[in-house]
């Protein structure tokens, strides 16, 4: 997951709950912000699902075990590098694609998701190896970003290409779009593989979006792309009326393997049977909807705006070939299993080292569970004291230090305070300042290379083993006169 998001985020979503959320986010300030992303039981394990799902998809592809990979839990689009967006918290299409670059040349990510897929467009709006094509919604229209001038930068002009449509668009009228931009994209982009992120929320009748799409005119963008040959992943995304969304990308597996003519409309009997009522069939049909696309001729200047925009392109950039590992960074270091018998002496001690350290660091953090004013930890004290003082600064100067977010959910603009240009409000654990540096494994733990030893907080060095300093718990010979410090604050052994 680093290999986008960064380790604070990471680490950030392995620790949260529920309880902690408030107080681990800053008020809701940095990684988690508004109320499109609140933080659950399992977030961690579901964004690793999530993720895993999209990353094997792409070792899947780039290995040659399969044509066509598909995720029907991943398509997270909106998720950014520092903190979650848009019912997203980990943008597992962006770690899909990192993979499938270790191997291709170019890589073509599609978006028919209703909302504009603004996480992964961001991640590589500089790089003419990914090319980003996304088809939605735009207007007073979350994230309110996708306009036909973003194109991308630097090396990745060009690279980046937005069709923003209107409400009530139908299977022919997007059909009109779709075909000619994609093929136009495959002419002269060239790609290696296709990522096609399927949000059903363009479907008739979802209760977020505003599409007019059934759900075979949807398919039929599986369908266009499995008849080009080039290897495919596809992945879910939004779809808030679920008994449409199951319809959908039950009807595009059966594309994929190419069996949709032959499998049963009528859909067999099972536990959720009476959901898909009064029809019981697998059809998502459209509604009443006006296409305002049609209707003011939008469609043919958007159209016409995007192919013109990719004949300006270069043909297909080259880029250097290379000999790809035959296994991941991951399995490279060993993650995934431990092996005792390869680790030396050495290996031990500065692992037991890190996990002291690491305790150490949870001593000093602030307390989840006490409310005792006479902290034993001095440092909680002044850092309660600066971030107060800072806080009073922000809302003194909110209106020259926010910056405006639209909520998915309801639509409406709130302000997020920014701290300070640059990202140094977004490193945990740090009070949000110029000043603020990680505290990653931070503790009162020093080595003093005068007398070469270990030295923690005010105690003198010591001149016993590592590990023998350990089992004492920390504890120093004759350090009997700290034991009631350490039983006030409330912490397990």
Same mark, same amino acid.
């Given at each position: ?68 990979? &598909?995720?029907?839990? $991943? ?45 992964? *467009? ?7 190896? !990914? ?7 735009? %207007? *007073? ?20 290409? +937005? ?11 997007? @059909?009109? !779009?779709?075909?000619? &931009? ?45 008849? @080009? +040959? ?6 879910? %995304?939004? #779809?808030?009326? !679920? ?14 393997? $190419? ?27 459209? +509604?009443?909807?006006?296409?305002? +696309? ?39 270091? $060993?993650?995934?299993? =431990? ?41 909680? /004290? ?11 600064? &922000? ?6 230090? /926010? ?8 639509? @409406? ?37 005068? &007398? ?20 004492? %718990? %920390?504890?120093?010979?004759? #350090?009997?006169?700290?034991?009631? =410090? ?8």
């Amino acid at each position: 997951m680093t290999s986008f998001h960064t380790d604070e985020y990471i680490h950030f979503l392995n620790r949260v709950t529920p309880e902690t959320a408030e107080e681990l986010t800053y008020h809701g300030t940095r990684f988690l912000v508004g109320e499109d992303n609140p933080a659950f039981e399992g977030v961690f394990e579901f964004c690793s699902i999530s993720a895993g799902g999209s990353i094997c998809a792409a070792k899947r592809i780039a290995s040659g075990a399969a044509d066509i990979a &598909i995720n029907w839990a $991943g398509g997270l689009h909106h998720a950014k590098k520092r903190e979650a967006s848009g019912f997203c918290y980990i943008n597992d299409i962006v770690l899909g694609i990192l993979e499938l670059l270790r191997t291709y040349p170019r890589v073509l990510y599609i978006d028919i998701d209703c909302h504009h897929g603004d996480g992964v *467009e961001e991640a590589f709006y500089t790089t003419d190896r !990914v090319m980003t094509c996304s088809f939605h919604k735009f %207007g *007073e229209y979350f994230p309110g970003t996708g306009t036909q001038d973003d194109r991308g930068r630097r090396k990745g002009k060009g690279y980046a290409v +937005n069709v923003p449509l209107k409400d009530g668009i139908t299977d022919q009228s997007f @059909q009109s !779009v779709f075909e000619p &931009i994609i093929q136009k994209i495959l002419e002269v982009f060239r790609p290696s593989a296709v990522v096609l992120q399927c949000g059903a929320d363009s479907l008739a009748g979802d209760k977020l979006g505003c599409f007019n799409l059934t759900m075979h005119g949807h398919a039929h963008c599986v369908q266009f792309l499995r008849k @080009q +040959n080039i290897p495919l992943i596809l992945l879910g %995304g939004g #779809g808030y009326t !679920v008994k449409n969304v199951a319809r959908t990308w039950t009807y595009e597996t059966a594309c994929a393997l $190419g069996i949709e003519d032959t499998i049963d409309p009528l859909l067999p009997w099972n536990e959720y049977f009476e959901w898909f009522g009064p029809r019981y069939r697998l059809e998502v049909v459209e +509604n009443n909807m006006d296409d305002l +696309n049609v209707k003011d001729g939008s469609i043919d200047k958007v159209r016409e705006t995007a192919l013109e925009h990719l004949s300006q392109l270069n043909p297909a950039p080259s880029v250097g070939l290379h000999d790809v590992p035959r296994e991941s960074v991951g399995q490279h270091l $060993g993650f995934g299993h =431990d092996d005792d018998d390869a680790r030396d002496e050495l290996d031990l001690q500065l692992a037991q080292h890190m996990r002291y350290a690491y305790d150490l660091q949870d001593f000093d953090s602030p307390s989840e569970t006490s409310d005792d004013d006479n902290s034993w930890d001095s440092d909680e /004290s002044l850092s309660s004291r600066r971030h107060a003082s800072r806080a009073r600064r &922000i809302q003194k100067s909110s209106a020259a230090t /926010s910056r405006t977010r639209m909520s998915l959910l309801t639509g @409406q603009y709130f302000d997020v305070p920014a701290h300070e240009a640059g990202y140094g409000h977004f490193e945990h654990g740090a009070v949000p300042g110029k000043t603020a540096k990680r505290r990653f494994f931070q503790s009162s733990a020093r080595w003093d290379e005068t &007398i070469e030893d270990v030295i923690i907080g005010r105690h003198a060095p010591f001149a016993i083993p590592l590990g023998e300093l350990m089992e004492r %718990g %920390g504890q120093l010979p004759g #350090g009997d006169e700290d034991d009631e =410090d350490w039983e006030d604050t409330g912490m397990d052994p």
